[in-house]
């Protein structure tokens, strides 16, 4: 027990450290010996449709600002893909949990890919993961929801990224 009591404290203050943005796959995170177990020990679900009193947020009115902050955040991604020329042949679903400092920063933006029934040729190549992954890094090192919590908090969700329309042939 004192065992895991000191590695989970070794755990949390090297990887707490303040300004610390990641964005990564949740199995390149289990690759590195990082239990998410743990992050969800820490951080609390933004709401809970079951039982509010276990949610960050609690009224009505705070969980439809969080879903729209949630929601704005992952268009905002995905313009800021467009905006660096990352594009898509097809469409990518994606799975993501991300964790907030209470101060609406991104703390951790974990993520997988879904490849449940899609084919082989379909799925995203190594080069377009690495640089979703260096975009997505870019994107968390400035990104602040417009709210904040007492403590820290999670949201997820899953969410499609669609084909790039080139800018130049959009009107055509």
Partial sequence: ??????????????????GQH?????????????????????????????????????????????IQAYYKMLQDFKNFLVDNNFKLDKATKCYNKIYFNSDGTVDYFLYNF???????????????????NRLLNLFIKNYKLPMTAKTKFSQCGTTTYSPTIDKDNQNK
Wanted: no cysteine.
């Fill in 22 to 66: 990641i964005g990564s796959t949740f199995k390149d995170m289990e690759i590195k010996g990082i239990n998410i177990d743990s992050f969800n020990r820490i951080y609390k679900s933004a709401f809970d449709n079951v039982d509010t009193s276990q949610g960050v947020f609690k009224t009505e009115s705070e969980k439809q600002d969080i």
């Fill in 1 to 18: 027990m004192r065992h895991l009591i000191f590695s989970t404290f070794i755990f949390l203050t090297s990887f707490a450290s303040f």
């Fill in 114 to 132: 879904i490849k449940k029934n899609v084919k082989i040729e379909d799925q995203l190549s190594t080069a377009k993961q690495i640089e979703f």
